[in-house]
């Protein structure tokens, strides 16, 4: 089967115009399995907003009461279009979500006596008890590891994009084949981006100094750290923190720039056009920082790091394998003023930035989006043997 077109049904719970790591992995991997001769057919939401982006079959869904970003697709269609899918002559299923999609993709893949695999993007453990407050956290953390671990060993592969989250569901009890795959980027997406335009844009003065935060302004990232550790920062820097995106927890980061006194250091641009305007950001900026305890990978720490950019972060979970090997990075201290004057410091030293900035394209090119394509090309093709 190594020379023919391989037909992969993915089915998702998140995709565009929902802007998240999940979204953009499915993205990146779909454009680059098509010239690896694997056509990929996805299954996700209708939303509200446009469904321009991104061909699919929409399902359709209602919202979801803790958490308005996203969406529970309807069960009977869902079901009912995966199922028309596999039987359809489908020769593997990839899920990319642990919600519905997870059981109509699983239950279609076995009545089709199909191969199943699943992608474990996110580490629901941590984060699982901002959206349900009410229920004590260890039941939370147990329910979720029990879930986690009853739905991959009942997969025939589990791509996971880190070693972290490789040896955290090995810590949960999976025994499922587990493949180390992280999603790449595409090769000089995020070159080639103008300073001075958004700079410009924006009203931010040519000289000031910028740190960065692009991502989902959700309570998981840990951007209220960003801000403690900015208000140590600005003793020593004029500095601005631009934050790009939007989510669940921007109302109340709001109050929190003005309870710490920090409105005129803190810029919100909402989310950006990927294509268009996030290249000019991140041109724009000297430093990208980054808190969050959870990710699997942080895609978005290559793509800081391909425009050129340095990362000064915590190195956990997921984002210790671009972190920890110091090429355009800096492993940040976990407490917010070390933190905070670490950034200065950075954000001072011209020379220092200027060779990061170098080291960081040349980490980048390592993770291209067409080698990671080409892997799980050969996976899917073993399994489908």
Known sequence: MKNETLRVLMVTDVYFPRIN????????????????????????????????????????????????????????????????????GVDLIHVQTPFAAHYAGFRAARRHRLPVVATYHTHFEEYIDHYLPLMPRPVLRGIARGIARNQCNGLDAVVVPSLAMRDKLEEYGVTAPMHVLPTGIPAGRFEGGSRERFRGQHSIAPTRPVALFVGRVAHEKNIGFLLDALSHAVRHVDALLV????????PELRHRVVRLGLGRH?????????????PDCYAAADVFVFASHTETQGLVLLEAMA?????????RMGTRDIIEPERGAIAAPGDAEAFGLGLAALLSDTRRREAMSSEARRFAAEWSSTERARHLADLYRSLAA
Do not use: C, N
Not at 40 to 54: C, K
Not at 266 to 278: A, H, I, P, Q, S
Not at 307 to 315: D, F, T
């Open 21 to 88: 790591g999940v979204s953009t992995s499915i993205d990146t991997f779909r454009d680059d399995l098509a010239r690896q001769g694997v056509g990929v057919g996805l299954v996700a939401p209708e939303y509200p907003e446009s469904q321009a982006a991104g061909a699919a079959w929409r399902i359709p869904s209602r919202r979801l009461p803790f958490d308005p970003e996203d969406r529970l697709m309807r069960w009977g269609p869902l079901m009912h279009k995966v199922d028309a899918l596999a039987r359809d």
């Open 266 to 278: 803190v810029m919100f641009v909402g989310y950006l056009d990927r294509k268009t305007e996030l």
């Open 307 to 315: 425009a050129g950019l340095p990362v000064y972060g915590l190195a």
């Open 243 to 250: 934050i790009a995106g939007e989510g669940p927890a921007l």
